[in-house]
Structures are given as C-alpha cells and as structure tokens.
C-alpha cells in the first residue's frame, strides 16, 4: 500500500478557530440583508448545481432537490448528525449501527445494509465537489452550508464518480470579497450544545478567507444498570474545522484552497437486547431509552479522526471553462460495543424488575453446559467487537471542459482518477484475537454530455461514461485469502425537457448506470472466506413536472421505475452472524415523488414532499440465513442443516414504501423590523423491511418525528432568538436492528428541548 500520511490532531487548533468564529460572529455589525422567509415576493427561485453550473431548478431535466435554508437550520439544531437529512427529501432515507460514523444513504430504495468499515455504497456524498466514498468519510459533519442538494437515479456522465442511486451534494459557504460572519448556537438537554458559524473575508485584492467551525457536545446520559454509577453512555463530542482561501487573480481565473478537519470522541451505537416482540415489532418492557444491561464494550467508546484537503481551480479560456479538482482525504478511528445488547451474569443473580431473562454459556467456545443467566431476555453468547479503520488515504482528481453556456449547443468532457486505500482491523468476541485485512481500490473514468436547445421550448441531452474499477483485499496473515476484482463498463444518459409555458415543463430522462464490482472481508475475522459481488448494472426511466402554478405554488415531481441487473446486496446477521455479499439476478422498483412549496397567505409558507417506492426483488433461487429468535415469514429451506430464507419478491432492506416531510413557518411582523414566529417540521418513514428476509419483529412502519421553534427574529436575517424541541413528542422510534444472537434493537435519539440563537451579518 502507498506509504501512510501521519496522523494530524486537529482538537486544539479547532478549539481556538471555534472561539474567533464565536466572537466574530457575536460582534459582527449587520451590514447587508438577508431574505426574508416570506412570501412577499411570491415563491423564490431555487438555485441547483446539477448539471455542474448553477441553474434554476425548474429548468434541470432530472429529479433534484434543494433544502430550504430553516430546515437546515432547524434539524441540526438538537446536535444531530448527517442522519438527521433521513425522510427530509422525498425518497431519501439514511440509518447507521456505527453511531456518528458510517452512515448509509438510499434514494428510492437503493442502498446498502452493510455495516462494515469497508461497505460500498450505490448513494454518493460529495462535499464541496469531492466524492467521501469511504463510509467513514460519508459521516464527515456538514456545517456553515451554502446548499444541500439531492440528485435522484443514476449519475455519472456530469460528475467524476458514478452512482446508480443517486448524489447528495453539500456546498458549503465560501470566501467572498466582502466582510461576512455568522453563527447558529444552542442549548438544551443533557446539555447538549452546538456552535455552527463562519467568518471571511478579503485579505488582498485578489485573495479572500473563510474559517468555519462546528462544535457539538452532549453529556453521557444513558445508565449501565449492570455496574454501579449512573450516565455512563450516549454522549460525545464531534469539533471539526475548514480553512478556506480564495485567490482570483484576474476575471479568468479562480483557485480555492480547503483544509479541513475533524475530531470525534464519543459513545458507539447503543444495542438493546430483546426489545422487540416475539412475534410483533412493538418494543417490549425490555426496552428502557435510558438504561442498559451491559456485561461488555469497555464504554461502548468511539474515536475518529478526519483531516483533507482540495484544490479547486476554475479558468476561463476564450469561450471555454477548464476545472481542476485534486483532493486527499484521511481518517483513522476505532468504534467498540456491546453487540448483544445484554449482560451474562452467575446463575443465582437476582434478574432486575421488569426484565426478561434466559439462561446459557455465554461465553467461547460453546460447552453446551448453562452456567449463566441473561438479561434483557435469552442471549446465546456474548458478542463484544472492536472496529478499527486504520490509514485511511483517498486521494481523487478531476479534470473538466465545459463550452460556453449560452448559446444553443453546450457541453463538457471530463476525466477523473480515484485511488484508496485502508486498513480494517476486527476483534471478534471470542476467536481469532484480532484480524486486519487491507483494502484498494484503483479506479478512472472518462465522461461527457451536451445538450442542445432545439427551440425555445425543446432542448434534449445525451451523456456518456466509461470507467474501469478494480478493488483488492490482502489478508496479512493468510495470503490465500487475498482477492482481486475489476470490471469497466460504459454507462449513458438521455433526456428531453419541454417547456409548454414560462412556468410549466416535463421532462423525461433514461439512464443506464454502473456501479463497480466489490469485496467484503469481515467474516475472515470469524473464520469463513472474503465474499466477492459483481458489477450492478441499472436502468431507470422517469417522467416529470416542473411547475411554478401561481406565484405562491411551486409543484414538482417525478414517476419512475428502474431495473438493477445483479443487484449487490449483504446478508447482514442471520444466526450464522455473517457479512456475505452477494448478488441477485435483479431488483425491480417503481414509484413516485413530490416536492411543493407553498405561501397562501402573507408571513405563511409551507413547504413538503412526498414518495411512494414499491421495491422487490427477482431472484427465485437466492436464500440467506435467518435470525435467531425471530419470526420469519418467508418459505424457508434447509441447506447444509441450516435453515434459510427464501426472499424472492420481498422488497429491498431500508427502503421506505413510504417518505415524506413537511414544515410550516408563521410569523407576526412587531414593530419596524422585527417579527415574532413559529416554525414547525415533520418527518414520517413508513413500512420498512430491515433485512432481506421479512419477519415479524424486524420491520418499522408509520414512524414520525416532529419539531418546533417559537421565537423572535429580525427581518433583515440579523439575528433570531428562539426556544426549540427536536423530537418533541420524544417518539421511541427504532433505526434498525441486530437479529445473530437476539430480538436487538438500536433507537433514534431522544427529545432535546432548549434555546438557540442565530446571528448574521
């Protein structure tokens, strides 16, 4: 592998940043407005960067989203992560076992369950034009944001790194030539706080900076019942940092430099044993959101640290624009839990009130003689793992050519080079002590896509991709284990807009996508071979609305169907406990979304989104194996003395039937130029299979999450001073679930009520 930068410590640097953005911020005279969230200028125009310059959104042939600035606002606001973007966007979901670290994206259903370290995902992050392909990277905290946008269905012809889900796009702010500072601050539960502000400005006259903090704390506050003390979980705390400078030295030309960083330390996903069922997916009397029974885990202790840099560089060149994106990114972190979710404790020990419990050898290797009693419930063995993500480096380059966009005919080439490279390092619970495999990936592409303007209300586009992937796993301490897999593909795109007046369109888009073939190692930990996964090819179809139907309505949305040939799956779990990719001969889905604004009234906007995705999967022979305690509902069959299921038309695993959202914000006018007002937001996931194969206990359906914030804001987008709850309801909603050794259940976080304060320049 390619020599290892050093590790950087960023806490106390960040911790310094994070005090001069505070007070500049704090101190900051307001010198320019900021829009209202009002309706007095009608609907306003969404700007997007979907097809690589900026556009409006009406007029982008394909399915995109951009979140409006008080939702962003809002639903970070109680210390949340990335996670909080899940059903924020119509048929965008996102869940994680790892904590803060690792999340998994889907769109319209496609996605994947692997929770190793190593994990490939069909749903692309990119950050400030870089592609975090790492699952790690992926959780990288998104603060001081200009944008969020999602981009739904294959990807690739626009951008360097394809995907056959889609693209989720964060754009932070940056450096401009004028003085701009602004923070969002707050406090509540378990004291709980957040500080997310910039401040930049021009240093020269041809160089700007921009320096952007987050910082997010919360104390520990869930209780280890199984050792004395209390507040022994749940807590962390998530710094990171970004530097960035602007140097323009001429019209033509525009080089942006960002450094950026991250420090974690915090609490491992939390796993509760025996919370669900048997038989139904209500959570028992088992489950306590804030005590657990834990006999492992060290703490449940996770640490990561994150460090990269990118330089972006935009020239004009006669009616020609040239980019450059070179970037590097590191990270190292380790993540250990109590996986079974319980404890093992001598025979005579007194079970505590309210709980199941069992009795079993709990511990390597198997005697068959029960020694111990369990609680919560019956645990056939304890499960204590370590994950280790060691030397991290990704390291991408892209180039781009783009004609001029004004005139009838446009286009652009591109080329892109992505290499990385880590380490996995998994102590199972029990045997071997400790494995470590080693993962590259090498991969480049050519891409490119014209559009042209046949009238002025037909233009049509047409985008075309080539790409060679090749992955390894190297076993250091078994050679015969090593694998190697590549594959290269051309992928495309087609697509029509029409515009029937100024203010209504339709498109419809064809695209036919790849997604690289891949490797899993974790289960040389626990003494079965790598698995290997073939390419996912996937063709999908859309038609859509582009309205603006008065100058308070804005209505878009999209119907779609897509077919994956060889769709890559994980069988997650089963009571085999593995992690075995594998393919199916193909997985079918169709649906739709709606994205609407609305101000019906002065002062009062709505905005919301719906999807509905229908997923299944077509393989008449693939069967995978089952939990442990629960209650399959698919045909099973016995393979080797194993018991498995068959999951021929069940629907992708995490794919919501149904997402959607919906915010309201109010508000008084007090005074000259001030007002007082109300902003409240609502998700809701419905029916979610968690695994390939369907069972009683493993499945969410009609989960809602609500917030609110009441407070007094100046109309110029100076400051606001508000109260706010996150989760207000405090819905025990669960995010996903452990089925090798138990009925285990992970949930979202609790309510988190408190103040905050945003102030702006």
């Not at 069940?650 to 902003?679: C, I, W």
């Not at 009441?710 to 025990?732: K, P, Q």
Request: glycine residues 10%; contains cysteine.
């Amino acid at each position: 592998m390619a020599s290892r930068l050093n590790r950087i410590r960023i806490g106390s640097s960040l911790a310094a940043l994070m005090a001069a953005v505070s007070a500049a911020a704090l101190f900051a005279a307001p010198v320019s407005a900021q829009q209202p969230t009002t309706n007095d200028q009608g609907i306003q125009t969404v700007i997007v960067t979907a097809q690589q310059r900026e556009e409006n959104l009406q007029d982008v042939p394909l399915s995109a989203t951009s979140i409006p600035q008080d939702t962003l606002s809002t639903i970070f606001t109680g210390g949340e992560d990335v996670l909080a973007l899940a059903a924020r966007v119509p048929g965008v979901y996102a869940e994680s076992s790892n904590g803060r670290v690792a999340p998994r994206f889907y769109i319209r259903g496609l996605g994947n369950t692997d929770f190793d370290l190593a994990a490939s995902q069909p749903v692309s992050i990119i950050m400030d034009d870089v592609v975090m392909e790492n699952v790690v990277l992926k959780s990288t905290p998104v603060f001081d944001l200009d944008r969020v946008e999602v981009y739904r269905g294959p990807q690739g012809t626009l951008f360097g790194r394809n995907t056959t889900a889609g693209i989720i796009r964060f754009t932070s702010k940056k450096p401009t030539d004028t003085f701009q500072a602004n923070a969002n601050m707050s406090y509540g539960t378990y004291n709980t706080f957040t500080l997310d502000g910039g401040v930049g400005g021009p240093i020269s006259d041809i160089a700007s900076v921009r320096a952007s903090i987050l910082y997010q704390h919360r104390d520990d506050w869930v209780d280890n019942a199984f050792t004395p003390g209390d507040d022994d979980f749940g807590g962390y705390d998530d710094i990171a940092g970004r530097l960035q400078l602007r140097i323009q030295p001429s019209d033509d030309l525009d080089i942006l430099v960002n450094v950026h960083g991250r420090d974690l330390d915090g609490t491992a996903a939390l796993f509760r044993a025996n919370v669900l069922g048997p038989g139904n997916n209500s959570l028992n009397g088992n489950y306590d959101r804030e005590r657990v029974f834990y006999d492992g885990g060290g703490g449940n202790p996770q640490a990561y640290e994150e460090a990269g840099a990118s330089v972006n560089v935009t020239w004009d060149i006669a009616n020609l624009t040239f980019t450059s994106i070179s970037s590097m990114e590191t990270a190292n972190g380790h993540s250990r839990g109590d996986i079974d979710g319980g404890a093992c404790a001598p025979l005579a020990s007194a079970v505590p009130p309210g709980l199941t419990s069992g009795t079993t050898d709990c511990f390597f290797p198997f005697n068959g003689v029960a020694d111990a009693r369990t609680y919560p419930g019956f645990i056939p063995f304890a499960s204590d793992t370590t994950d280790t993500l060691d030397d991290l480096e990704q390291y991408t380059q892209e180039f781009r050519l783009a004609s001029d966009t004004s005139q009838a005919l446009n286009w652009q080439v591109g080329a892109y080079i992505f290499q990385s490279g880590f380490e996995v390092n998994t102590v199972g619970p029990g045997f071997p002590p400790s494995t470590t495999v080693e993962h590259e990936n090498t991969a480049w592409a050519l891409f490119g896509q014209a559009s042209y303007r046949l009238s002025d209300e037909l233009s049509v586009t047409g985008g075309l991709r080539y790409t060679d992937d090749e992955k390894t796993l190297t076993v250091d301490a078994n050679g015969a284990l090593n694998r190697e897999i590549e594959d290269d593909h051309f992928s495309w795109d087609l697509s029509a807009m029409y515009n029937f007046t100024d203010s209504i369109s339709t498109y419809g888009r064809i695209a036919y996508g790849f997604r690289g073939p891949s490797i899993q190692g974790r289960d040389i930990a626990f003494g079965a071979p790598p698995s290997l996964a073939q390419s996912e090819k996937v063709l999908s179809y859309e038609v859509g609305l582009k309205s603006i139907l008065s100058r308070v309505l804005r209505l878009n949305g999209a119907v779609f169907t897509y077919t994956v040939d060889d769709i890559q799956l994980t069988a997650v779990g089963g009571a085999g406990n593995t992690v075995q990719l594998l393919n199916a001969d193909k997985g079918e889905a169709w649906g739709a979304e709606f994205d609407v604004e609305f101000a019906p009234l002065d002062n009062l906007v709505f905005t919301g989104g719906v999807s509905y995705v229908d997923t299944e999967i077509n393989d008449p022979g693939l069967s995978v194996g089952i939990c442990a305690q629960c209650t399959v509902t698919d045909p099973t069959v016995v393979i080797g003395g194993v018991t498995r299921a068959l999951v021929n038309g069940n629907p992708f695993p995490n794919a919501p039937e149904v997402t959607a959202d919906l915010t309201a914000r109010y508000s008084v006018p007090f005074g000259n130029d001030g007002e007082f007002f109300g902003f409240a937001d609502v998700a809701y996931q419905g029916d979610t299979n968690l695994f390939l194969y369907e069972s009683r206990e493993f499945r969410t359906n009609d989960q809602i999450e609500a917030g609110l914030k009441l407070g007094y804001a100046r109309t110029d987008g100076s400051w606001e001073v508000a109260i706010f709850a996150r989760n207000m309801t405090d819905e025990d909603n669960i995010k996903g679930a452990i089925d090798f050794n138990n009925n285990t259940a992970f949930v979202n976080d609790p309510r988190i009520v408190g103040i905050s304060l945003k102030v702006s320049n």
